[in-house]
């Protein structure tokens, strides 16, 4: 019985927001009004798919997201999002494209830093070194990141690539410098405003 119930509340709620989500006239809501609606129900979906930890389906949905509406006002965070979504699940060509994209586009909103050091990161996870390597001296070497949690923490994976390319003596000196220049910051743990505390 209560199946039935929750059913036919569901077909009323149907009915009654189609309209709205249609942009309908005649149900007394403007076309912009029908517009925000779709975008809010568009980038819910995508956020519940993240929720649920079905993460390339979230980061497809972003994509699309952004796609459709590349001047919405959330176009570059998006973007973002969508590039740590796919590193997360492994798709380091995937996640390089978005990162481009995002410094096409969308780098005047000051995520240059970030996006710079996920390339970099997934160029890492590639086991492209000296592609990554090059990357993050980029990072470190900007003034106007110099001091930021990617610019700091750029320098700490400069010293993994050195490692990683079979240069233990330089990897060392850059090691040995970031432990005695930022040792109370923990920046070998996480950056700051990330998801990723592994490091």
């Excluded at 779709?38 to 980061?59: I, K, W």
């Excluded at 923490?153 to 850059?174: F, I, N, Q, T, W």
């Excluded at 432990?179 to 700051?192: D, E, F, N, Q, T």
Aim: glycine share 8%; hydrophobic share 40%; proline share 3%.
């Amino acid at each position: 019985m209560n199946a039935i119930r929750l059913k036919a509340v569901a077909l009323m709620v149907i009915v009654a927001v189609a309209p709205l989500l249609a942009g309908d006239e005649s149900a007394g809501r403007s076309p912009e009004r029908g517009r925000r609606l779709r975008e809010q129900r568009d980038l819910y979906f995508a956020t519940e798919l993240e929720r649920r930890g079905r993460l390339s389906l979230a980061a497809r949905a972003y994509e699309d997201f952004v796609r459709m509406r590349p001047d919405h006002v959330r176009a570059g965070e998006l973007t973002l999002k969508t590039a740590q979504l796919r590193f997360r699940e492994g798709d380091y060509a995937g996640c390089m494209r978005n990162y481009a994209d995002y410094m096409a586009l969308y780098s005047y909103e000051g995520g240059g830093a970030e996006a710079r050091y996920w390339t970099a990161r997934a160029l890492h996870a590639t086991g492209d070194y000296s592609a990554a390597l090059q990357e993050f001296r980029d990072v470190t070497a900007r003034p106007e990141w110099s001091g930021s949690a990617f610019s700091i923490h750029s320098r700490y994976m400069e010293g993994l690539c050195l490692l990683a390319m079979g240069e233990p003596e330089k990897a060392s000196a850059v090691l040995s410098e970031v432990a005695a220049l930022y040792r109370g910051l923990r920046i070998a743990r996480k950056v700051p405003g990330t998801f990723f505390g592994d490091l």
